[in-house]
């Protein structure tokens, strides 16, 4: 009865009038603020609230999508409990564990079921739509990861369910990690799976195959494409990570003993690589090129609320890097470990445990950052993204911790720098960044300041990091807690260094560059993943032939009409004369085009003045 209430078409109608006038009252009165630019859904703002009023309902019904899973898991446990109770020849110790179990289960029951009004509960209505996303509520992790600790006797901890951020719980909840809570320590032995989780005959596990392109780190999942939807690269030769599952509940039991070896498991922890993916809507997608005295060095690409994900590829300190996972028991969901793998059952009897992956997924603004130029050393890369990561949290008055930045594709091959906002909501910063002109020249600046430089004008001017030098007094080596070491970036401690005239070369250019937008804003479409369809357009000048399907990015560009193919990459003089051949001439051309056409290839589409440029029309 309820759902047929909240699913009437003129309940939908009336919120849509009442949603509009809203939004218009908003929006008219942020004009200077809210563009097509930075928000490309208020264009159409009637379409906005007609999408938004007719899926109100399925977000609301999938919000309770968590609770219902979790309370099923409570449920099937005490049923299973309940029958296994009922089996004979059970030795004492198997019906110790089976009276556990069942009290567990009912303590997960109530702790669900619970009816009361305290909105301390983390199941208290309001609370929970705020977690799960539906409701703003920022005081609360979005979205979290639930750790079931057990009660422990009488006078002991209570039952309850712990929360943490998504990507901190796949660490701190990782598979055999020690929890503290209230005096006692717990240890994660079990993930609780959901029936989507799980085959129709429960046997296997419904994972994925993810494939991780080597150039920025971009995710693909299942279907292996072709190029990489975020940077062109191909992915040819790229071996995905098989049975990749999503993890969201885990559960604890007690441990009396923690082991020298436990305590140095804690100590290096787990091994998380941080992938991404943009959104399927290309308007969301802003990109821009970073030039200095015309060389183009530098790429970033913004998108907000981009998919990114964690994955957990095991323990550091594992022997064999190749074997990616942890073991687990299908039928149970229990973690179960090599002899590497201190504090998890090393097996259990009976049942064939199966490798996984564990995977969580958010949305967050996000950008990437790519050099277009020879790769730097990992010193450099290392240097440069923390000290954009701590300037940044200075010229915008963050909160330590607010903007995260991670290595792609990975921490040992740095090809890109991934940014992204970590707190709730975003704090709006990273698109100003990049759409706002001199917000990167002035972290640049302050990123040089914050490392106890001076001179940096001069340095600057004359594009020489041999002109900065330190201030009196700053005791510091290679990075201090003043500059840029932190506690959110400890593991790359080692390698940060800032002396190193790579990343100073880099933060002087970016102090003096030039920002130009990408014309091309549509990454996932082969065609047109250059920009020169869109830029010819723009230019008044003939557009290239369409490109084959598959086309990889830098791929020659035809002009048939013109006899003319246009290359943005070096070609072999083997591919120059099968041109040549064919009646074409060849054009070096950017693989960005830049503000205003090419003066050479001008010339070959027979264009002489700006007026032809303007109308279009090539004259001879």
């Known amino acids: 009865a309820i759902q047929d209430e909240l699913?009437?078409?003129?309940?939908?109608?009336?919120?849509?009038?009442?949603?509009?006038?809203i939004l218009n009252s908003i929006l008219d009165s942020k004009e200077a603020v809210v563009t097509k630019d930075n928000a490309p859904w208020s264009v159409d703002r009637l379409a906005f609230v007609r999408e938004t009023a007719q899926a109100s309902f399925e977000e609301f019904n999938k919000a309770f999508d968590r609770w219902r899973e979790l309370y099923r898991g409570a449920a099937e446990q005490l049923a299973s409990a309940n029958r296994r109770s009922e089996m004979r020849g059970l030795s004492a110790r198997e019906r110790d564990e089976v009276r556990q179990t069942q009290n567990q289960a009912n303590e997960q029951l109530t702790l669900l079921g619970r009816r009361d009004e305290s909105s301390n509960s983390d199941f208290y209505t309001y609370r929970y739509l705020a977690t799960e996303g539906f409701l703003p509520g920022y005081n609360f992790?979005?979205?979290?990861?639930?750790?079931?600790?057990?009660?422990?006797?009488?006078?002991?901890?209570?039952?309850?369910?712990?929360?943490?951020?998504?990507?901190?719980?796949?660490?701190?909840?990782?598979?055999?990690?020690?929890?503290?809570?209230?005096?006692?320590?717990?240890?994660?032995?079990?993930?609780?799976?959901?029936?989507?989780?799980?085959?129709?005959?429960?046997?296997?596990?419904?994972?994925?195959?993810?494939?991780?392109?080597?150039?920025?780190?971009?995710?693909?999942?299942?279907?292996?494409?072709?190029?990489?939807?975020?940077?062109?690269?191909?992915?040819?030769?790229?071996?995905?990570?098989?049975?990749?599952?999503?993890?969201?509940?885990?559960?604890?039991?007690?441990?009396?003993?923690?082991?020298?070896?436990?305590?140095?498991?804690?100590r290096q922890g787990f091994d998380i690589q941080t992938v991404f993916r943009w959104?399927?809507?290309?308007?969301?997608?802003?990109?821009?090129?970073?030039?200095?005295?015309?060389?183009?060095?530098?790429?970033?690409?913004?998108?907000?609320?981009?998919?990114?994900?964690?994955?957990?590829?095991?323990?550091?300190?594992?022997?064999?890097?190749a074997i990616r996972g942890f073991?687990?028991?299908?039928?149970?969901?229990?973690?179960?470990?090599?002899?590497?793998?201190?504090?998890?059952?090393?097996?259990?009897?009976?049942?064939?445990?199966?490798?996984?992956?564990?995977?969580?997924?958010?949305?967050?603004?996000?950008?990437?950052?790519?050099?277009l130029e020879a790769p730097p050393s990992s010193t450099t890369m290392t240097t440069l993204q923390h000290a954009l990561a701590q300037s940044i949290t200075l010229v915008y008055q963050l909160e330590e911790g607010e903007i995260q930045t991670e290595p792609t594709p990975s921490r040992d091959d740095r090809k890109c720098i991934l940014l992204y906002e970590a707190s709730e909501g975003g704090a709006g910063v990273l698109s100003?960044?990049?759409?706002?002109?001199?917000?990167?020249?002035?972290?640049?600046?302050?990123?040089?300041?914050?490392?106890?430089y001076e001179r940096i004008e001069e340095a600057i001017a004359a594009l020489d990091p041999d002109i900065l030098v330190s201030h009196p007094g700053a005791n510091c080596v290679k990075g201090c807690y003043r500059c840029l070491l932190s506690y959110y970036n400890q593991p790359d401690h080692e390698g940060i260094d800032r002396t190193d005239k790579g990343a100073l070369t880099l933060l002087?250019?970016?102090?003096?560059?030039?920002?130009?937008?990408?014309?091309?804003?549509?990454?996932?479409?082969?065609?047109?993943?250059?920009?020169w369809w869109a830029a010819c357009h723009d230019w008044g000048i003939p557009e290239p032939d369409p490109a084959e399907e598959g086309a990889e990015e830098g791929?020659?560009?035809?002009?048939?009409?013109?006899?003319?193919?246009?290359?943005?990459?070096?070609?072999?003089?083997?591919?120059?004369?099968?041109?040549?051949?064919?009646?074409?001439?060849?054009?070096?051309?950017?693989?960005?085009?830049?503000?205003?056409?090419?003066?050479?290839?001008?010339?070959?589409?027979?264009?002489?003045?700006?007026?032809?440029?303007?109308?279009?029309?090539?004259?001879?």
């Open 141 to 266: 992790p979005r979205l979290p990861l639930y750790a079931y600790v057990p009660a422990v006797g009488s006078g002991g901890p209570r039952a309850a369910f712990l929360q943490r951020a998504r990507f901190l719980g796949i660490s701190e909840f990782g598979p055999g990690s020690l929890i503290y809570h209230e005096g006692r320590a717990y240890r994660v032995w079990k993930a609780k799976l959901s029936s989507e989780s799980r085959s129709a005959d429960a046997v296997n596990l419904r994972t994925r195959t993810l494939y991780l392109c080597p150039s920025c780190g971009g995710a693909h999942e299942d279907a292996k494409p072709e190029l990489c939807h975020a940077c062109g690269a191909s992915l040819a030769g790229v071996a995905g990570i098989p049975r990749i599952l999503r993890i969201d509940n885990v559960e604890t039991r007690p441990t009396e003993r923690i082991t020298a070896n436990d305590e140095d498991r804690q």
């Open 279 to 321: 959104p399927t809507n290309a308007l969301d997608l802003t990109s821009v090129i970073a030039s200095d005295s015309g060389a183009q060095f530098a790429r970033f690409d913004y998108a907000p609320r981009a998919e990114i994900s964690r994955i957990n590829n095991g323990l550091r300190r594992r022997i064999d890097k």
């Open 7 to 21: 699913t009437k078409q003129s309940l939908t109608d009336a919120a849509q009038a009442r949603m509009l006038r």
């Open 327 to 371: 073991k687990m028991v299908v039928a149970t969901g229990q973690w179960v470990g090599d002899d590497f793998e201190a504090g998890l059952d090393p097996t259990v009897e009976g049942r064939h445990p199966e490798r996984v992956v564990p995977i969580v997924h958010d949305r967050k603004n996000l950008a990437i950052l790519r050099l």
């Open 555 to 620: 791929a020659p560009l035809l002009w048939q009409r013109w006899a003319l193919v246009g290359c943005s990459k070096t070609i072999s003089p083997e591919q120059a004369a099968a041109f040549e051949s064919r009646g074409l001439t060849v054009v070096e051309l950017p693989l960005i085009p830049g503000q205003t056409p090419p003066s050479n290839l001008l010339e070959l589409l027979g264009i002489r003045t700006a007026a032809d440029v303007q109308d279009g029309t090539p004259r001879a």
């Open 508 to 531: 002087l250019r970016m102090a003096r560059a030039e920002l130009a937008y990408v014309v091309d804003r549509t990454p996932n479409e082969a065609q047109n993943r250059s920009g």
């Open 432 to 452: 100003r960044l990049i759409k706002e002109r001199g917000q990167l020249a002035a972290v640049a600046r302050a990123a040089l300041d914050l490392m106890h």
